[in-house]
């Protein structure tokens, strides 16, 4: 690759974002499915900790067994504020709708420092994934989470405010809390609202390719042989990519012009081969009339948050921080 498409990130980042790389590429089988003894054997899970642990304790809440949907429930220790509410942060986790969870140690490691940055209740949700549940069990999994907060709010402790909801995802996850916002309208909740989104590099696409997915087209993670099966593993059978979940700003997009739909801060990095397609999200939120803040990490590859001792990423905690702050101040 040439300079400008060279990550300039440690060691230790390149090398283990080549190592996720190739699990990932030896988990993919020739039918386009998941070995997933493979792929768990190296997918290191770790448990639920009610201890408190660096100002965090977590658990794990089941929903539907019958399912498998549960969330991994995180919650500051103290409360720094001298026990005021805290907002309650709903977050979809990455891996093309096919792999990972939250007891991943990965998720399980940001969800915890999102807890103590913020700070807020962080609810991080193990949904269904592909090819063994495709397009829109995603979707119907993360709203029936939702409405599970809504009627058993108790769940989440007495210093959590479900009136000051935020949704948020990475990557794929990103892709989720977009077409839960716009479920949401729909539906008619108790307590929750959403005051906020906070989508982070998410897993957009379409069928002609763009110049960020030709660019840096054998990116870790993300590179094109990777998204194309992660789509066809999700979508119904016979869809191409510019089916409206995917390319949502393309030829099949939905009109949301008059859907309520959060503020959202969108968070893209310049070394992302989704790159191009986020910023066409970003400004068809915009034509759409809503509002949207773009943060962009110039030198950054997909999921670069995930190490957090990267400057990028404590600035990254910092402007969501503020902005979660003032979607409060908004409604109070």
Known sequence: MTSNTTPLLPWK?????????????????SNDTVNRRLFNFFD??????SNSKDGVSSSDVIVDPTRNLWFRLFTPSSNSVSDAPLPVFVFFHGGGFALSSPSSIVYNNICRLFCRSFPAIIVSVNYR???????????????????????????LGKSADIS???????????????????????????TLKIIGLVSIQPFFGGEKRTESEIRFK?????????????????????????????????????DISNVDYPNTLLCV???????????????????????????EYPNMIHVFFYFSKLPETSHFISKVKDFMTRQMANVS
């Open 13 to 29: 980042v390149r090398f283990t974002m080549s190592t996720i790389s190739s699990l990932i590429s030896a988990s993919h089988r």
């Open 44 to 49: 290191r899970k770790v448990p639920p900790n």
């Open 129 to 155: 994934l592909a090819p063994e549940h495709r397009f829109p069990s995603q979707y119907d999994d993360g709203l029936e989470i939702l409405k599970f907060l809504d009627q058993n709010n108790n769940v």
């Open 164 to 190: 000051k909801c935020f949704l948020s995802g990475d990557s794929a996850g990103g892709n989720i809390a977009h077409h839960v916002a716009v479920r949401i309208p729909l539906e008619k909740f108790q």
């Open 218 to 254: 054998r990116a870790p993670t993300v590179s094109m042989d990777k998204t194309d099966w992660y789509w066809k593993m999700f979508l119904p059978y016979g869809s191409t990519r510019d089916h409206q979940v995917v390319n949502v700003s393309g030829p099949n997009a939905m």
């Open 269 to 295: 990095g310049g070394l992302d081969p989704l790159l191009d397609w986020q910023k066409r999200y970003y400004e068809w939120l915009i034509k759409s009339g809503k509002e949207v803040e773009l943060i």
